[in-house]
């Protein structure tokens, strides 16, 4: 799909760089011609990221679904007095919405990393073809984007921690007053 939608995307810039080539009399006798050809193409790369983007989500879709239904089914066959007197009802939360949200950006991220692959592939091809020059300086520019990603991980992953610990107080704090809205509405409590 993305090969398809960037075939269409590529063919759609050359047809305009062509057109805005040619002279002024070619432009205005080829006016109609070009304008279809143009519109065509639109409705060719529209057309590809609209489906695209539903194949996508009917596999996000069907896959939360059955993670869904996996986990769900693995909770309530859990033993009552090992795990639901143990487990804090914000934890069994947070676990379950971690994992579904788990499986959803690895599917995005995936895709992205299709879509980021074929722009630096045309990307490359395009530099290339106005420079060959370009593939010397190629694999520093590829090294200075390892190092810049080596040296910024380490505080990514401690931001991405401290936000799901964060969320974690949250989210149990939140289910268990909701367990206990019942004592807290019979003491008249809601002050706290």
């Not at 090969?3 to 062509?18: D, G, N, R, T």
């Not at 006016?31 to 065509?40: L, N, R, S």
């Not at 879709?61 to 769900?72: F, I, P, Q, S, Y």
């Not at 910024?152 to 704090?173: A, D, F, Y």
Request: proline share 3%; charged share 15%.
């Amino acid at each position: 799909m993305i090969a398809s939608s960037y075939s269409f995307a590529i063919q759609y810039e050359y047809l305009i760089s062509e057109w805005a080539n040619s002279s002024p009399e070619d432009q205005a006798s080829q006016y109609f011609e070009k304008i279809t050809k143009i519109a065509i193409m639109v409705a060719g790369v529209t057309l590809a990221n609209c489906f695209r983007q539903y194949c996508v989500k009917t596999v996000i879709t069907t896959a939360l679904k059955t993670v869904h239904a996996r986990v769900l089914d693995s909770i309530m066959k859990a033993p009552i007095n090992k795990f639901f007197d143990v487990t804090p009802t914000g934890s069994i939360l947070t676990r379950l919405n971690d994992d579904l949200n788990h499986f959803e950006h690895i599917i995005h991220h995936f895709t992205w990393f299709m879509y980021q692959i074929n722009h630096c592939i045309t990307m490359i091809y395009s530099i290339y073809k106005a420079d060959p020059l370009f593939l010397l300086l190629w694999p520093f520019s590829i090294g200075y984007c390892a190092y810049i990603y080596r040296y910024t991980i380490g505080s990514m992953r401690e931001i991405h921690r401290l936000n799901k610990v964060n969320n974690s107080r949250i989210k149990n704090h939140y289910s268990e007053t909701m367990n206990g809205n019942s004592t807290i509405r019979a003491f008249a409590a809601s002050h706290f």
